[in-house]
């Protein structure tokens, strides 16, 4: 049974920076890609960033420049550093790997 555990978020003023991570235990051979996920208050699920296992990025528009997505495949971990954070940034981030495989959620909360 494969586990996605998230840790790091918290709260955080504006212009701060967070990491959070994600480990992954359990029978990982099916996952390749991972990402990360956010749910802001009273609204859909969205899509952050994503990372293959040969580290191929991809991020949603309202976060480049901000955010790095990374992963340790010798830990079997993925990362999210987030920087010049937003009142907007606040949210549920959930980690996700493929096809459906999710965390549990962490709550970030960016004071203005």
């Known amino acids: 049974q494969v586990q996605l555990v998230e840790s790091g978020g918290g709260l955080v003023q504006a212009g701060g920076s967070l990491r959070l991570s994600c480990a992954v235990s359990?029978?990982?051979?099916?996952?390749?890609?991972m990402g990360w996920y956010r749910q802001p208050p009273g609204k859909q699920r969205e899509l952050v960033a994503t990372?293959?296992?040969?580290?191929?990025?991809n991020y949603a528009e309202f976060v480049k420049g901000r955010f790095t997505i990374s992963r340790d495949n010798a830990k079997n971990t993925i990362y999210l550093q987030m920087n010049s954070l937003k009142p907007e940034d606040t949210a549920v981030y959930y980690c996700?790997?493929?096809?459906?495989?999710w965390g549990q959620g962490t709550q970030v909360t960016v004071s203005a």
């Open positions: 996700w790997g493929t096809t459906d495989y």
């Open positions: 359990g029978n990982i051979f099916p996952i390749r890609t």
């Open positions: 990372i293959t296992t040969y580290g191929a990025t």
